[in-house]
């Protein structure tokens, strides 16, 4: 079985290279040509490639696997309408993101002088990453207030387990009013009974606390940009954001005043790559119920070991293992060093290139 390989996918290639005939390929030359000429029947890519029609009619793949949480590069509705086997890799960085959430928390409150069992965060969107964010906040000692109606409705229906004890439920309005902190990760929908477009507009970003911290870490869009940069005309709200509105042409006035701007790289940790990876073969055994090799991978894995939790009880220490190990106050640096380049295409293309080679950086805390 012909197997095409995105080359930059950690450890992918060799894990499967005894179980099929396995051809690497960089993104930036994959074709419609080169997969007709190499009969390929599985593909595995990441989000830079765009996986539709134009790519795929004609060929003989039956199998796509996405090594990403985000599935915008693919045409799902093109593969469902062929038949396409598709799997994704969602929640693989979704530690990756609550770490960034944690060590945003704990800049701005180290820096207050806060004390964090007197305050309040708002999580909204409580799945893969609003969860574990939730998990790490009760650790740390903040009281949880939680916005996410459908899944409220799957636990009503018994469909979901409810939410842990430490967990208050809240309706979006009250959520924005009592928390110090609020953070949203929810997906970017436009359709279905709780769409996010712009759901963090002037009305509802009007009901944050003055001095409150506010986190961005979904998907541009969610959040109005020309709201929010009104908003902090009016009153001091400190914000981070690593997601923007039209990236790469990213607002050069909302990364300045951010405390902390970062290139959509919240999720960029090494060991969510490997998790990313591990779905993969998992995915590619229950297809083909032939069984890759994982030694590879779980050795690399192996190596990670994260910190005990009782590290939460020692806020400062916990800031600067992730300060040291995440190093995002020196790409919110890089970043803000965009908006003194003088044109759009030299800003979108440095925006792209930060992500592009991104460093490796590993995740410290324990996600299970
Ligand atoms: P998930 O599907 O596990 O969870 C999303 C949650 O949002 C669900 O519980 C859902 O019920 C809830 N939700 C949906 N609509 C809502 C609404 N209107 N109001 C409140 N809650 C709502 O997704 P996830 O894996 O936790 O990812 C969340 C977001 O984070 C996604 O947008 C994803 O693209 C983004 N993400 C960003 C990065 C990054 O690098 N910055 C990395 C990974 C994921």
């Not at 902090?232 to 790469?248: A, G």
């Not at 607002?251 to 902390?260: A, E, K, Q, Y």
Request: hydrophobic share 40%.
């Amino acid at each position: 079985m012909r197997i095409l390989v995105d080359e930059q996918i950690p450890f992918l290639a060799d894990s499967l290279s005894k179980v099929g005939d396995v051809v690497t390929f960089s993104a930036r030359n994959l074709s419609k040509e080169f997969i007709l000429e190499t009969n390929c029947k599985f593909l595995f890519v990441r989000s830079n490639t765009k996986v539709d029609k134009d790519l795929l009619d004609g060929s003989e793949v039956l199998f796509v696997g996405t090594a990403t949480s985000g599935v915008d590069h693919i045409d799902l509705d093109y593969l469902n309408s062929k038949g396409i086997y598709f799997v994704d890799a969602k929640g693989s960085n979704a530690n990756s993101v609550a770490e960034y959430v944690v060590f945003s928390i704990l800049h701005w409150a180290l820096e207050k002088g806060s004390n964090l069992c007197e305050l309040t965060i708002g999580i909204i969107g409580f799945g893969n990453i609003g969860s574990l964010v939730g998990k790490y906040s009760h650790l740390l000692g903040l009281k949880l207030l939680v916005y996410d109606p459908p899944l409220l409705e799957k636990i009503e229906f018994g469909k979901e387990n409810n939410f842990p004890e430490y967990v208050t439920y809240c309706e979006l309005k009250e959520l924005l009013s009592k928390s110090n902190i609020v953070t949203n990760h929810v997906p970017l929908t436009s359709t279905g009974n709780y769409p996010t477009v712009k759901m963090l507009n002037k009305n509802m970003l009007d009901l944050i606390q003055e001095d409150a911290l506010f986190i961005h870490t979904s998907r541009g869009g969610v959040v109005s940009e020309t709201d929010l940069l009104q908003i902090l005309t009016e009153k001091r709200v400190s914000v981070v954001i690593d997601v923007w509105e039209n990236e790469p042409q990213i607002n050069s006035n909302l990364v300045d005043l951010c405390d902390i701007s970062t290139p959509h790289i919240a999720g960029y940790s090494y060991e969510g790559k490997l998790r990313g990876t591990l779905k993969m073969l998992q995915s590619f055994e229950k297809f083909t119920n032939v069984t890759p090799n994982y030694s590879i991978l779980e050795k690399e894995m192996q190596r990670y070991v994260p910190l005990d939790k009782r590290v939460f009880k020692s806020p400062k220490l916990l800031y600067n293992k992730l300060k040291e190990t995440r190093k995002l106050l020196e790409d919110s640096f890089f970043l803000k060093s965009i908006i003194y380049n003088t044109d759009e295409e030299g800003k979108a293309n440095y925006f792209d290139k930060l992500r592009k080679f991104y460093p490796k950086r590993h995740e410290i805390l324990d996600c299970l």
